[in-house]
């Protein structure tokens, strides 16, 4: 189903397509109620109708529409209709990066300084809620008209499960999530993903901005993947602006192959690609002590100046974000900005030297209004006395206090704190790991963590792991969250070992020497074992392909289990049923010529033949052979070919040897036949039915001819 202009969907109004993927399309759609645009993301069927899908979808959605930061693009709404899953996002009128780089080529760096630090500050609060993006690139980071120097980085895409195929998305079967060029070596290993892959991911989309050129270019899927896992080339960073040699050392760190190597946030790495491409520190011929290098006026007076942000020893928090991320003194600069900062430094103090906020840096002079009066030049002599506001420096300390012993985890006595939920436990199931706890009065919802990471929220007491992973060893934590954000303490479960995932892709083929099962490895299984029924026939299967070469008739259960070796991790099986005929893959041709084959291989066929499976004599590949010997001596064999051009094969084969004289081919049939004197003679044809076109009929008679042939078999069996 492909929805067009004018077409409703979920009671949405398609007004133009936006774009197309391996998942899905993505339409600008109105919304049904309010006078809204919004880009709607749909679903393939066959996509939407997978459970595994459906329900990570459901999750990741349900996570990412609580995500509230003016770097990543809202999500507004979700569903299930015609089939087919939905969602309901911002609409960002702007192009994308990727778009940008075709047409402008590298970005000025400190354009590309606004964008890391938008698109670093939006992926930190998105890991702070438990959600990692995975697929962080150029094509999903947009650029909406506003905000400082013009516009506004803003990511999109976030948390919803996409299929693999490069720039493409990776697997058509879904397990790994993201864009080749920019997946860390953990996310092509399939092992755990954290936050630090998108840390991978920016300093890839960083290289890409100032170089115009992806760092991983290679032509093939497989030989990005070869190149990621390699590292990258010396050579690629010979393309970095010059002049800038810390640059190199900044990416190589946020591109190393351990993630624990890599920065600790997406955010630090704006901060240090900032720091690379800041103005040397200069002094000023007056003999005032060192002033920092930055926009802005410094403060009045002689005296030292404030470092730059992001110095040593300087928060951070004092430098003015961009690309639509307010800094702490900025006014609002579009619909994200509503109002002064909140953020856990600010004190709502005037700025500058009077308050006990930050100071200005960049922002320039605190504003007039409510926020405080501009500052007074100081008096003669550099005296900075203000007897009237003296009172605000012991607040100012205080404050600052409070913050720091939040900051360094000095616990306080909160006579509001929740309590920690009690007996957390984790059981192994087959479709993961299911977590129970008791509920915590005052507590509004439950937060939980594997290993230390946040994994998601449950309103309940309750929660299933589903994406832990193939007999992997992981440790639970679950804290109480009230309704304004307070957490309790983390409570955490004894370790256990998640159940091996089941074998993928399980099929069962039947083949003229029997049954043969084939499946895709499981992560940690030491061994398969294999069953019919409820027979064992391989206890301790090493390989991924198994041959049952004598299956009884019948519909059978073929189940393979993976299997550890230490015993740790539960096992796990997947099921295949499959019906045997007796004459296995030669069941089509027996049908066809039930008139001369008897119902199994043995006696009972036409002129009291027995009939028997049998490898082809030619050399042209066959799917079947059944070759029947009736008591006179004649062999009478049918053969089935998979395709026309092996047909055709076996006829050229044939008229090599044939009598030319008495070779015919007639709409849909055939007919080949032995020259006089030929011992033993033979005769081959094709019969024309359409349901026979493929097979052919081939008898011989040693010491006769082809005319005793015809006599005794030709005209005599009921073949036709």
């Not at 906020?357 to 007039?368: K, L, V």
């Amino acid at each position: 189903m492909e929805l067009a202009p004018g077409d409703v969907f979920a009671g949405y109004r398609v007004i133009r397509p936006l774009g197309s993927g391996g998942m899905g399309s993505v339409l600008l759609v109105q919304h049904p109620r309010l006078p809204r645009q919004d880009a709607m993301k749909v679903i393939h069927a066959h996509l939407s109708a997978d459970p595994s899908f459906a329900a990570r979808f459901e999750r990741e959605a349900e996570l990412a529409c609580r995500l509230d930061h003016p770097a990543l693009v809202r999500v507004h709404d979700r569903g299930c209709d015609e089939g087919r899953l939905w969602l309901t996002m911002q609409f960002v009128d702007g192009p994308d990066l990727d778009a940008v780089l075709r047409q402008e080529g590298p970005l000025a760096p400190q354009r590309v300084v606004r964008v890391l630090e938008a698109v670093g500050s939006g992926l930190d609060h998105a890991h702070e809620m438990g959600l990692v993006h995975r697929d962080v690139k150029p094509a999903n980071i947009l650029l909406a008209r506003g905000g400082t120097g013009g516009e506004r980085a803003i990511l999109t895409d976030f948390g919803i499960a996409r299929d693999s195929s490069s720039s493409r998305p990776l697997t058509d079967t879904g397990a790994l999530l993201a864009s080749l060029p920019y997946a860390a070596p953990e996310q092509l290993l399939d092992r755990p993903i954290t936050g630090a892959v998108d840390v991978y991911a920016l300093g890839c989309v960083a290289y890409e901005l100032l170089t115009g050129r992806r760092l991983f270019d290679q032509q093939s899927s497989l030989a990005v993947m070869g190149a990621v896992l390699a590292g990258p080339r010396p050579e690629a960073w010979d393309a970095l602006p010059p002049g800038r040699p810390a640059l190199r050392d900044v990416l190589r760190r946020a591109l190393a192959p351990d993630p624990d190597d890599r920065p600790a946030s997406c955010a630090a790495l704006a901060a240090a690609v900032r720091d690379v491409f800041a103005p040397a520190p200069t002094t000023v011929s007056s003999g005032r002590a060192p002033v920092a290098a930055y926009p802005g006026p410094p403060p009045p007076g002689p005296g030292p100046v404030p470092p730059r942000p992001g110095q040593a020893g300087v928060p951070a928090w004092t430098a003015p974000t961009v690309a639509g991320v307010p800094g702490p003194r900025s006014a609002p600069a579009g619909p994200y900005d509503t109002g002064p900062p909140s953020g856990p430094y600010d004190t709502g103090l005037p700025s500058g030297p009077y308050g006990a906020g930050p100071s200005t840096g960049p922002q320039g002079p605190p504003p007039t209004g409510p926020q405080g009066p501009p500052p007074l030049p100081p008096p003669a002599g550099g005296s900075r006395s203000r007897p009237r506001r003296r009172w605000l420096w012991p607040v100012a300390a205080a404050v600052v206090l409070l913050l720091a012993a939040a900051a360094v985890g000095v616990v306080l006595w909160r006579p509001w704190a929740l309590d920690r939920p009690a007996s957390v436990t984790a059981d192994v199931r087959a479709g993961g790991v299911e977590l129970r706890w008791q509920q915590v009065e005052g507590a509004a919802g439950y937060e939980v963590h594997r290993d230390g990471v946040p994994l998601g929220r449950s309103d309940g007491t309750s929660y299933l792991d589903t994406d832990v992973g193939s007999g992997v060893r992981a440790e639970y934590s679950v804290a109480a969250v009230a309704d304004d954000g307070e957490r309790s303490d983390l409570t955490t479960a004894a370790p256990v070992v998640s159940a091996l995932h089941p074998v993928g892709d399980l099929s069962a083929e039947v083949l003229i020497s029997g049954v043969e099962l084939s499946w895709t490895p499981v992560d940690n299984a030491g061994h398969y074992e294999v069953r019919r029924d409820d027979e064992v026939l391989d206890a301790q299967a090493a390989g991924t392909t198994f041959l049952d070469e004598d299956p009884p008739p019948g519909r059978h259960d073929y189940t393979v289990v993976a299997v550890d070796d230490s015993g740790d991790a539960p096992s796990s099986s997947a099921t295949v049923p499959l019906e045997v005929s007796p004459w296995l893959a030669a069941a089509d041709l027996a049908a066809a010529f039930n008139a001369l084959v008897p119902p199994a291989p043995g006696p009972g066929g036409w002129g009291d033949a027995t009939c028997d499976l049998s490898e082809p004599r030619s050399t042209v590949q066959a799917v079947a052979v059944i070759v029947c010997t009736l008591p006179s001596g004649i062999y009478a064999t049918f053969v089935q070919y998979p395709d026309q051009a092996a047909l055709d094969a076996r006829i050229a084969e044939l008229d090599g040897l044939a009598d030319p004289a008495l070779t015919t081919t007639a709409e849909g049939g055939w007919y080949r036949q032995s020259p006089p004197g030929v011992d033993p003679a033979w005769e081959a044809w094709g019969p024309v039915e359409p349901e026979r076109r493929l097979m052919e009929i081939h008898i011989e008679w040693a010491g006769h001819t082809v005319a005793d042939l015809d006599a005794a078999w030709y005209y005599a069996a009921p073949w036709g």
